[in-house]
């Protein structure tokens, strides 16, 4: 820790700051949202042409 003493003679405490790191981002976080909709989004796709190929009805049970 290191210390400071004010000029009334008060003494301040303070924590060693980490060494900051950069980091490289390559995706942010909204693209990784993105990416996983659209993935979602296809997989939906693909069993409701499943489900159709099959049963001959969008969604079973209903139409």
């Not at 400071?4 to 980091?23: H, Q, S, W």
Request: no cysteine; net charge negative; aromatic share 6%.
């Amino acid at each position: 820790m290191t210390t400071v003493t004010e000029d009334r003679g008060r003494l301040n405490l303070y924590a060693k700051e980490p060494p900051m790191e950069i980091i490289d981002v390559y995706e942010t976080h909204n693209e990784k949202a993105e990416k996983l909709n659209g993935r979602v989004a296809m997989l939906g796709i693909m069993a409701a042409l499943g489900a159709y190929a099959i049963t001959g009805q969008i969604i079973p049970g209903i139409w």
